[in-house]
Antibody, heavy 117, light 108 residues
Framework: QVQLQESGPGLVQPSETLSLTCTVS????????WTWIRQSPGKGLEWIGN???????NYNPSLKSRVTISVDASKNQFSLRLISVTAADTAVYYC???????????WGQGTTVTVSS | DIQMTQSPSTLSASVGDRVTITCRAS??????LAWYQQKPGKAPKLLIY???ILDSGVPSRFSGRGSGTQFTLTISSLQPDDFATYYC??????????FGPGTKVDIK
């Protein structure tokens, strides 16, 4: 079955750029939307944005000015780029796939990103 | 934007108890609601979508009801594996997704 795996640096300096990649295995990235979600320490879940395999994107308005999500269908990967990070961006970042009726039925295990000098 | 609230924020219960968690939307969302279970250090797991449809493999002790602005997740007989945090989530398109703040179910 389809599995997702996040990868990227676990530590980012304040004001720098956070970059993560999600690798899709066990299936094709085509014909689906793919999503980034984050969870700050002790807090709830926040939708960051998603991308269709063709490259069409949607972003959370609260993060839109700092976020870029891209897709590389040839590698079965999609990526997150968040610029000008602060301590408030410290979180576990998940990649996920929305399935029936926009419910996330497949999740990566999550990767912890800490913003600190 | 549609806001989701959940009550209670924490619920203390015992094994075998019937447990109900409520999720409310700031405006009508039809039945476009999902429920997730999350355990510490793990990714959320989909339990229910479209308000009442159990995802594959989810035990039948979980059930969801509601439409419009008020929804419930019920665990008919709480099991040790059910102590976790539960989130509701709404979307009716791929352009925006929102989650409730969560309800932690812990041991009384």
């Amino acid at each position: 079955q389809v599995q997702l795996q996040e990868s990227g640096p676990g530590l980012v300096q304040p004001s720098e750029t956070l970059s993560l990649t999600c690798t899709v295995s066990g299936g094709s990235i085509s014909k689906y939307y793919w999503t980034w979600i984050r969870q700050s320490p002790g807090k709830g879940l926040e939708w960051i944005g998603n991308i269709y395999y063709t490259g069409s994107t949607n972003y959370n308005p609260s993060l839109k000015s700092r976020v870029t999500i891209s897709v590389d269908a040839s590698k079965n990967q999609f990526s997150l780029r968040l610029i000008s990070v602060t301590a408030a961006d410290t979180a576990v970042y998940y990649c996920a796939r929305p399935g029936y009726f926009w419910a996330f039925d497949i999740w990566g295990q999550g990767t912890t990103v800490t913003v600190s000098s | 934007d549609i806001q989701m609230t959940q009550s209670p924020s924490t619920l203390s219960a015992s094994v075998g108890d019937r447990v109900t968690i409520t999720c409310r939307a700031s405006q009508s969302i039809n039945t476009w609601l999902a429920w997730y279970q999350q355990k510490p250090g793990k990714a959320p797991k989909l339990l229910i979508y479209k308000a009442s449809i159990l995802d594959s493999g989810v035990p039948s002790r979980f059930s969801g009801r509601g439409s419009g602005t008020q929804f419930t997740l019920t665990i008919s007989s709480l099991q040790p594996d059910d102590f976790a945090t539960y989130y509701c989530q709404h979307s009716d398109s791929y352009s925006y997704f929102t989650f409730g703040p969560g309800t932690k179910v812990d041991i009384k």
